[in-house]
Each structure stands twice: as structure tokens, then as C-alpha cells.
């Protein structure tokens, strides 16, 4: 077996380990942003085993200190490259550390699989006019309930074309004033 894997240590990069926001960069894109962010290359190591989440490298534990990830190749295996966080850095001798790192999924996989069909539980849009998006949710919400038909003339800044969003559970109307009894509710003029 030959000795021409590829490892880039890189420092600065703000993977988010959750997957909750997720940068979708190509292999390409992601080795670029690495070489830019790199403590140390090198292109000499015997074979890289992604399985196995560890790695003695030839470098210093401070210049290993640095990195918070990595990125690596097996030419012989696949080419494929490979992305991951580093969790831990340990001393072994001088001028060798062992560094302990998670594979980063997301990075590695993304761009290599197509999204089916699938729930988008929310979004936004650029454009949120009253009505115009609205689409039947199938959502049980119970009965709709009008208290005060009559009191649209009687409350501020209201007219014919506006609408109330009332997230009360107890109101009382005393001449003409809503006094609100749940001190939690509110009312908005939309």
C-alpha cells in the first residue's frame, strides 16, 4: 500500500455538528474552504480509515491544538474525500499527536444523494399579503367563535379591511371597554 493520503487539519470552520443549519457546499467547494482555513496539509499519510475515528499525525500537538476540522482523501480506495469534526487532540511523542475525529455526514454525503419527497413542516415566503398562501392544513381547531360582532367602531385604529388576531381565553366588555382577564392575552391589529 502506498503513502498518498491526503489530510488537511483546518481551523475556523463553523460546521454546525447538529445538522440543524447546514452549509450545502459541494466536495469541491468544501476542500477549497479547507485549504483556505488550513493549519497544516500534507499528502504522504498510509491509508486514512474513516471508521475508526482516530489518527497519529507527524505534527506538534500545538500546531494540532489548532484545528477544529479535517478533511482527507484515500486515492487508492475511492478518491473519495471524507469531512469530519476533531473532537480530541492527544499528545503521543514530540512530533507525533493523536487526533480523535467524528465524521462529518452531512459534508461527506450530501451532494452524492437526491432528496425524494418529502414534509416541509414550514416556510416563508417573500411575499405573505393576508390570504394569499393560505392552504387547508387539515388541522382540527374546534369551532370558530365570534364574542363581539359589533365592536369593530369601538377599538382604535380599526376599519373594515383589518383583521384581529386574539390569543385570549377571557375577555369582559364594560362600556365599550374589552378588559383583558387572562393577564397572558394580547391583541394585535394585523
Known amino acids: 500500500m502506498s503513502y498518498n493520503s491526503k489530510i488537511i487539519l483546518c481551523k475556523g470552520i463553523k460546521m454546525d455538528r447538529d445538522y440543524k443549519d447546514v452549509i450545502n457546499y459541494t466536495e469541491e467547494q468544501l476542500i477549497n474552504l479547507c485549504l483556505e482555513h488550513k493549519v497544516v496539509d500534507a499528502s504522504d499519510f498510509n491509508f486514512v480509515r474513516e471508521n475508526r475515528g482516530q489518527l497519529n499525525v507527524p505534527y506538534s500537538i500545538d500546531i494540532c491544538l489548532q484545528a477544529n476540522y479535517m478533511a482527507f482523501q ?98 369582559t366588555l364594560t362600556n365599550n371597554v374589552i378588559t383583558v382577564v387572562d393577564p397572558r392575552s394580547n391583541w394585535w391589529n394585523i
Not at 121 to 136: A, K, M, P, S
Request: hydrophobic fraction near 35%; glycine fraction near 6%.
Open 74 to 171: 484515500n486515492p487508492d480506495y475511492s478518491g473519495k474525500w471524507f469531512f469530519a469534526w476533531v473532537d480530541e487532540v492527544h499528545f503521543v511523542a514530540p512530533g507525533t499527536t493523536k487526533i480523535m475525529f467524528t465524521i462529518d455526514y452531512w459534508s461527506t454525503w450530501f451532494y452524492k444523494f437526491n432528496v425524494g419527497q418529502c414534509f416541509v413542516e414550514r416556510e416563508h415566503v417573500e411575499q405573505d399579503r393576508i390570504g394569499q398562501h393560505t392552504l387547508e392544513e387539515n388541522i382540527e381547531t374546534g369551532e370558530y367563535y365570534q364574542m363581539f360582532p359589533d365592536l369593530d367602531d369601538n377599538i382604535p385604529s380599526l376599519n373594515v379591511l383589518s383583521y384581529i388576531m386574539s390569543t385570549t381565553s377571557e375577555l
